[in-house]
């Protein structure tokens, strides 16, 4: 049954509408979701940016603080944190001894900072800085896993590094080590 148009008119002007108290409600409803999605949204750009952040940037942010490294295979290299090149570092041991490590190398880190901003570009690495010992001619410990070398770097090639030994009583060798291998380099 179909009321006449005056009867509705007439309803609806009995029936009080509560427009503010909707609109304000349906308001209400969209600052939450909208504020749940930029929560989860905030918790998921925080996770990328944990997820995108290597060793080395945090070793970077530790320049000049004392810290204590161990190897994968358990050697402590403990001192301060002198550089840090894109695949390996140099800490200063104290009483003139440095120690340069493959960041691949390192097992335990502490204590670290937060992340370095990345500089963009690349600095020298463990090869060049081989390299850079070899034309010093200097006498240098290879700690290689459960054995090491003692020498003077002679040759850096791009995977590995030739080492003349201390004289033993068989008299020096020529040794030649691969890089992948290296957990530290000691030198004075």
């Known amino acids: 049954m179909l009321l006449p148009l005056a009867v509705l008119v007439v309803l609806c002007s009995h029936v009080p509408m509560e427009w503010d108290s909707l609109l304000e409600d349906l308001e ?7 504020r749940a999605g930029i929560a989860a949204e905030s918790a998921d750009l925080a996770e990328a940016e944990t997820a995108s952040v290597r060793l080395v ?14 190897t994968t295979g358990g050697h402590r290299v403990d001192g301060r944190l002198m550089s840090v090149m894109e695949d390996s570092v140099v800490v200063d041991e104290g009483e003139a001894l440095q120690a340069l490590v493959p960041v691949a ?8 900072p937060g992340p370095a901003p990345s500089h963009g570009s690349r600095r020298a690495g463990l090869a060049a800085a081989l390299r850079s010992l070899a034309r010093q001619g200097a006498r240098v410990r290879l700690l290689l896993g459960v054995t090491e070398v003692v020498g003077r770097l002679v040759r850096v090639a791009a995977d590995h590094v030739d080492v003349v030994t201390d004289a033993e ?12 291998a290296v957990e530290a380099v000691r030198s004075r």
């Open 169 to 180: 009583p068989a008299g020096a060798q020529r040794v030649s080590v691969a890089l992948s």
């Open 28 to 34: 209400n409803r969209f600052d939450t979701e909208r």
């Open 105 to 112: 190398r390192l097992a335990v880190v502490h204590p670290l």
């Open 57 to 70: 940037d945090r070793l970077r942010a530790a320049v000049g603080r004392q810290v204590h490294l161990r």
